[in-house]
């Protein structure tokens, strides 16, 4: 692993601190009148989700990380596991419902591809494209007359999340939903 200085440091990066695994949210480089440069970092742990704000010298090293990306297909659920296959070797990876997180269980489907992320083939974490394509499964009928107001509708979707639709929009449109905010974002192709 590359050792970097800590006036170096940029967000995004990942870090080896304090036996931990870190990502660098934000940092402030300082140069102040009386005394050496020095650089404000916000850390996050990658494993726990804990965070630290550290004080490192600019001359102090830090073990800067690299992450094996790889991509993998949904495959199935399995109790409280999520089996995904690597679309390179076809190796099954089992990772946790808890793990992945609710928020992104939710979006998953048969045959998505997600990206996880390794380090020394320890999965840490896991990235779903930025839109997923669902159907209108329930919501309030169309008034006459009310296309022309910008105010939205609810509706449940085919993996049963609740989202705001446009009033024209009924039962059984596709419909892409954005995986970040969990918003409508445009009519399905």
Do not use: C
């Not at 550290?54 to 090293?61: H, I, Q």
């Not at 007359?145 to 993996?159: F, M, W």
């Not at 929009?169 to 995986?179: A, L």
């Amino acid at each position: 692993m590359p050792k970097i200085n800590a006036n170096q440091i940029k967000p995004g990066q990942v870090l080896e601190y304090q036996n931990g695994l870190w990502t660098v949210v934000k940092t402030e480089h300082v140069k102040p009148g009386k005394g050496g440069a020095f650089a404000q970092v916000e850390l996050k742990n990658l494993i726990t989700g804990t965070k630290l704000n550290e004080r490192l010298r600019s001359e102090e090293t830090v073990e800067r990380v690299t992450l094996e990306q790889r991509e993998h297909s949904y495959l199935y659920e399995d109790g409280d596991m999520l089996v995904f296959m690597d679309q390179n070797n076809y190796e099954q990876i089992s990772l946790s419902k808890d793990w992945v997180g609710e928020d992104q269980v939710q979006y998953l489907h048969d045959g998505m591809i997600v990206t996880i992320e390794f380090h020394e083939e320890r999965a840490i974490g896991m990235t779903l494209p930025d839109t997923v394509v669902l159907e209108v499964m329930e919501t309030e009928p169309t008034i006459k007359g009310q296309t022309a107001s910008s105010s939205y509708k609810p509706a449940k979707a085919s993996n049963g999340m609740r989202v705001m639709i446009p009033p024209f929009m009924g039962v059984g449109e596709r419909i892409v939903v954005s995986t970040e905010t969990g918003e409508y974002m445009k009519r399905a192709d």
